[in-house]
DNA sequence: CTTCATGCGTAGCTACGCTACTTGTCGAAC
DNA sequence: GTTCGACAAGTAGCGTAGCTACGCATGAAG
């Protein structure tokens, strides 16, 4: 999958995640890998300034952990983040709808009654 | 809805729109605002130069008419621009299903046997 | 001792949609 | 008769944000 085709949607992904639990960068990449199957492989270069991000906005806070001698900076969902991830799913929806009246098969090239 | 949320999706809903008929830039314009119940209302400056994107690929061809004493360059998909929509309709279906594993509801955490 | 997995991070690039603008015709309003 | 809005095309410059390609460090594996 064209992975640039994230683009605008990515921060609801990675609250997404974060939605089930915290979990640091690292874990966070993995967790999309695993959980769209393979087809999300994100380089760290697009995940942790997406975290810094949602961390500026309010929606993640990080806590430092020291794990066998690596650190580890540990992100999890806010009050903020919560309702932003709501939002972004009605958005999602939204945009799924409306996309799909183009793209998807059998949607109506002129709308009927 | 966020338009810029279209990343990556514009061309292949302009192709959409052109598969069902020879349009112009304007009307393109004004078929994305029909066909989608006002949500999308792209600017020029987004759709005119996305249009000579896909000219320069191959995928639509323009030809110039004069209406009205108003200059009209009308665009239509080539075979290129069919087999490129072919393409964007599965991506699309891809880009969904995966987005969607995140982001629809009910969509299950850990995925369940 | 070198390589690989884990783990964090940044600098710079690029793609692309958006804002704001220009040019021009035509019909309607004033 | 001039101005204003719909039609119709277009560009320059901006900002966002994901990607490439790095750098740094530890611990296990070979």
New binding site residues.
């Given amino acids: 999958m064209k ?2 085709a ?3 949607h ?2 609801a992904l990675l609250l997404a995640v974060l939605e089930q639990g915290a979990l ?4 966070i990449i993995e967790a999309l890998r695993a959980r769209s199957e393979g087809t999300l492989d ?5 995940i ?6 949602l961390e500026r906005a309010g929606h993640v806070a990080s806590t430092w952990s020291t ?7 540990t992100y999890q969902l806010t009050d903020s983040g919560q309702r932003a991830l709501a939002g972004e799913r009605a958005g999602w929806q939204d945009f799924q709808l409306t996309v799909g009246r183009f793209l998807d098969p059998g949607s109506p090239p002129t709308t009927p009654a």
């Fill in positions: 992975a640039q994230l683009h605008g990515l921060d640091h960068g690292y874990a994100l380089p760290t270069g697009t942790y300034p997406a975290l810094r991000r794990v066998n001698g690596r650190e580890r900076r």
